[in-house]
Nanobody, 124 residues
Framework: QVQLVESGGGTVQAGGSLRLSCAAS????????MGWFRRAPGKEREFVAA????????FYADSVKERFTISRDNAKNTVYLQMNSLKPEDTAVYFC?????????????????WGQGTQVTVSS
């Protein structure tokens, strides 16, 4: 079992930045690819970004490319999502998720463990 807890959400003006953190416990994080997803009001959950177990490979949704950066510190069992140039359409609950390594990051499914989410609100 892997337990995930997100933090770092809040309210920010358009053009601002936030950094989300996802603290993991229960297993060695390097054995898991990690992803960030979000669910906006009235919409389905969507993929945001993913990072491989060792941190050497990343993959982003087109809507956040060049603005968001996913990273991880396996020594701290923590994954981050640095969000810059935020837009009102980035408003959502953000979730981190984990799955065993072995799949291409392009595959956006197969995540077995999920956090409870953290709210990000971007005002115009």
């Amino acid at each position: 079992q892997v337990q995930l807890v997100e933090s770092g959400g809040g309210t920010v003006q358009a053009g601002g930045s936030l950094r989300l953190s996802c603290a993991a416990s229960g297993r060695t994080l390097s054995s898991y690819d990690m992803g960030w997803f979000r669910r906006a009001p009235g919409k389905e959950r969507e993929f945001v970004a993913a990072i491989s177990g060792g941190g050497g490979t990343t993959f982003y949704a087109d809507s956040v490319k060049e603005r968001f950066t996913i990273s991880r510190d396996n020594a701290k069992n923590t994954v981050y999502l640095q969000m810059n140039s935020l837009k009102p359409e980035d408003t959502a609950v953000y979730f981190c998720a984990a799955r065993r390594t072995g799949m291409s990051l392009i595959i956006r499914t197969g995540y077995s463990y999920w956090g409870q989410g953290t709210q990000v609100t971007v005002s115009s």
